[in-house]
């Protein structure tokens, strides 16, 4: 995996970030190409100590960076949760680090995290990695409200729009459906809807809505509605 990453100028990208916040996007760019790097993660680690770099900032450029030795301080800021989307960062942060081997941390923030926050940054994570394996604690945990029903929109990284989203819809739990719902439309807001929504999906979701089975705004239900259309029409679908 890191064989592919480009050797490009780490150090300079990383210390015009802490610089000037503003440089995030490109500094993210260049540390993401080049490998792995314990002195430039070591950096961060103490630029975030002496409060020179934001929480948010910290775990987003950490992750890109992907070195070992910035994982403690991003399962910390996790833990912390101190807001500006740090968790959010942080979650993916954790899978970009570690992979495969972050899931378990992800997994139990998820369950046992303090912070709502914090539990749904996890949420965030396991979507990063993800392969169908984080759709069920995902769900669980929005079935014991330690996340909101929103957060069904991960589970499209997870490739679970056609099997989990769709029995949801059938469940006769309203939140259950709520989630295959925020599934399905986060995905139709996507620009790639036409190739990602698979044809069951958009038709779930048009039911749902006829049958009054989820609720949505009247602008979020015309929305939806006319973007699971455009899905069907695209396909002869409709």
Known sequence: MWASRKVGAPGEAL??????????????????????????????????????????????????????????????????????????????ALAKIRGEAARADLERELAEGEKRPCREGAAYGLAELGGE????????????????????????????????????????SERDRQVAFHAVSSALAREERATRVPSAAAKAVLRALERDRVKASPRIHDIVVEQAREVLRGRNDA
């Open 15 to 92: 210390e015009k970030a802490l610089a000037n916040h503003a440089y995030f996007k490109v500094a993210s760019g260049q540390l993401l190409e080049a490998p792995p790097d314990e002195g430039q993660a070591l950096r961060l680690v103490r630029a975030y100590e002496a409060g020179e770099a934001e929480p948010w900032l910290t775990a987003h450029l950490l992750g890109c960076i992907g070195h070992d030795s910035g994982y403690d301080t991003v399962l910390a800021i996790l833990r912390l949760s101190p807001g500006a989307l740090a968790e959010s960062y942080a979650g993916v």
């Open 133 to 172: 394996a984080g759709g069920p604690p995902v769900v669980e945990a929005i079935r014991k409200r330690l996340i909101r029903p929103q957060m069904g929109a991960v589970l499209v990284d997870m490739g679970l729009l056609d099997s989990l989203a769709l029995d949801l819809f059938e469940s006769d």
